[in-house]
């Protein structure tokens, strides 16, 4: 499985980004499509995911103001990010989890830079 993220930038405090992360080869029926991030001097965390069958689920900060979806027809996840914040800056990844097996696939970071 080959992960691709595109989408990152620069943008002003209360903007909106989209991050969209596409997926490519023998992509499992049953999987978790994550997206972390990691902040200049602070660890990696998980801010969004969405399971192959739908659920999703949202770092605390990030309620309300992000939104995880898919399109199944282009094998590609979206990280919708509004009203954002300089505390969102940081390195976005993709990551895929295998549900049945210990494999797991990360895509190259974009970055985010939330600054006026």
């Known amino acids: 499985v080959q992960l691709q993220a595109s989408g990152g930038g620069l943008v002003q405090p209360g903007g909106s980004l989209t991050l969209s992360c596409a997926a490519s080869g023998s992509i499992p029926s049953i999987y978790v499509m994550n997206w972390y991030r990691r902040a200049p001097g602070k660890q990696r965390e998980m801010v969004a995911f969405i399971t192959s069958g739908g659920s999703t689920n949202y770092l605390d900060s990030v309620k309300g103001r992000f939104t995880i979806s898919r399109r199944d027809a282009k094998n590609t996840v979206y990280l919708q990010m509004n009203s954002l914040k300089p505390e969102d800056t940081a390195v976005y990844y993709c990551?895929?989890?295998?549900?049945?097996?210990?494999?797991?696939?990360w895509g190259r970071g974009t970055q985010v830079t939330v600054s006026s």
């Open positions: 990551n895929l989890a295998e549900i049945s097996t210990p494999n797991n696939y």
